[in-house]
């Protein structure tokens, strides 16, 4: 198990990640803490915070960085698979078999699996973005209080109903790792590298690709991940298209996902239309 700590820990390097506890919210951009350390450090970061200066009309969408990862939206594969596979029992997309993977914290589960999950839960309308985004602050409070037990109680809450939220497992493994449970913290820190790099594979923040999550919280840690530094920004769009993205700004580099699932649950006040 040591071991394979260290794997991780190496996967994180070479994919240049940093997974501070960041309390996300939706617009308008509250403080974001400022901490660089895998599974920050309370003690040491929680009164560190950062204010945003940045003004609304300073932001510019970048559709393709030169981050070292080289990604650009002609080198993300198209995802075919159809949703029907969700719901074929001899499919090895069908939802259960899917959960099952991902509830028992199986790495082995695919790329297209975690994705078409994903879209199952928001084509069958099973999923609360509302709910799963306050359950996931609840635990970034619970985390921060040093108060574990209950963090892990509501992180349990969150993969109930989102086994593959990257949130749900970033919070429990850190509640884990500080109650001195170094193998589920790997197991959950393990999962949550399958799952953001599967978000990766199929996405890169830009609005004709935008990532495929669950929810608005996880923007934060993917665009995080993918940078290296905390949103100074946030904002939902509602595109000419009807599209609900959620943008995420550091440094005026924008990245977005497609949070159109949650457009039925928001007020007009709560995004921006574009015209």
């Known amino acids: ?39 920050g450090d309370y003690s040491q970061n929680k009164n560190k915070k950062e204010t945003s200066t940045t003004n609304e009309t ?18 993300i594969p198209e995802f075919k698979i159809s949703i029907d596979e969700t719901t074929n029992v001899n499919s090895v997309y069908y939802f259960k078999k899917v959960e099952s993977l991902l509830s028992t914290l199986d790495t082995l589960v695919s790329a297209e699996q975690i994705i078409m999950y994903t879209k199952y839960k928001i084509h069958s309308n099973s999923i609360n973005p509302t709910k799963l985004d306050s359950l996931a602050n609840k635990a970034y409070s619970l985390n921060e209080s040093k108060n574990y037990d209950e963090a892990i109680i509501t992180c349990k809450q969150i993969l109930d109903q989102s086994p593959n939220n990257i949130s749900g497992h970033k919070e429990i493994a850190y509640a884990y790792k500080h109650l001195g449970n170094a193998d589920l913290s790997n197991l959950h ?9 599967s978000v990766f594979k199929y996405g890169n923040g830009t609005r004709q690709v935008p990532y495929v999550l669950n929810n608005f919280f996880e923007g934060l840690s993917i665009y995080e991940a ?26 005026h ?23």
């Open 226 to 251: 993918k940078f290296g530094c905390f949103p100074r920004k946030v904002r939902l769009i509602l595109t000419k298209e009807k599209k609900l993205l959620g943008g995420y700004d550091c440094y």
């Open 253 to 275: 580099i924008m990245r977005f996902s497609n949070l159109t699932h949650w457009l039925p649950l928001l007020k007009k006040d709560d995004y921006k239309i574009e015209e």
């Open 1 to 39: 198990m040591k071991k394979r700590y260290y794997l991780a820990g190496l996967l994180f390097f070479l994919m240049n990640v940093s997974f501070g506890q960041i309390p996300p919210s939706p617009p308008p951009s509250k403080k974001a803490n400022k901490s660089a350390k895998i599974y």
């Open 58 to 75: 300073d932001i510019q969408e970048v559709s393709e960085d030169n981050s070292s990862s080289g990604i650009t939206k002609n080198n």
């Open 189 to 197: 820190f393990l999962m949550m590298v399958k799952i953001i790099n």
